[in-house]
């Protein structure tokens, strides 16, 4: 699975590469650490943007109660199409985030629990960011959990600074885990507490 997850994820990283923003797909490493600080134990809605070919959405299967509604909202339609055959029993719609809030309310669920984002945030438009960050924010329910990663080598750019301004204003508590070495290029994660 992993070198067809491979080849698919290069033959769209070389035909959208702002849309994909990542040279390979998210590691298992970074895939557990996203995860990790997820209590899903009573989540009744579990969201994941950006799903990709579905390196955290495996991380996130093993992890999901029965009973869990889980959507996973991805833009590309090859990937959604692919996801869907490979995880049968998650609802995946192919559609963008910034529409979070609507394809929410179409699948009947209000808030979530926790949104895992693996978004490419530093090569998308502020004014997409702004309107994914508003829907993001809306969609979590309450003492919810939203995390999403970024690359190390990225910090010192402008749009990663960025970031972490836009989520310290927005979510009560910002933690970071420890470095995912495991991954490429090495990445951390953003876990944001409302």
């Not at 530093?122 to 004014?127: G, H, I, N, V």
Request: contains cysteine.
């Amino acid at each position: 699975m992993v070198g067809s997850d491979l080849r698919e994820f290069l033959s769209h990283f070389f035909t959208a590469p702002r849309a994909v923003g990542a040279i390979a797909p998210s590691s298992r490493a970074l895939a557990d650490a996203m995860v990790a600080p997820l209590d899903l134990t009573h989540a009744k809605a579990v969201v994941e943007l950006g799903p990709g070919t579905g390196s955290i959405t495996a991380a996130i299967a093993a992890a999901l109660p029965v009973g869990t509604h889980y959507v996973g909202i991805e833009l590309s339609a090859k990937f959604c199409e692919t996801l869907s055959r490979r995880f049968p029993h998650l609802t995946f719609i192919n559609g963008s985030a910034e529409n979070l809030v609507a394809i929410l309310a179409d699948a009947g669920i209000g808030q979530a629990d926790a949104i895992v984002c693996g978004l490419p945030w530093a090569s998308l438009p502020t004014e997409l960011q702004d309107r994914i960050m508003a829907g993001i924010v809306a969609s979590l329910r309450p003492g919810g959990v939203f995390v999403t990663f970024a690359y190390l080598q990225g910090l010192l750019l402008p749009a990663a600074r960025q970031l972490r301004r836009r989520l310290r204003h927005e979510f009560a508590r910002v933690e970071t885990t420890q470095t995912v070495w495991r991954n490429l290029p090495p990445a951390f994660a953003y876990v944001c507490r409302k």
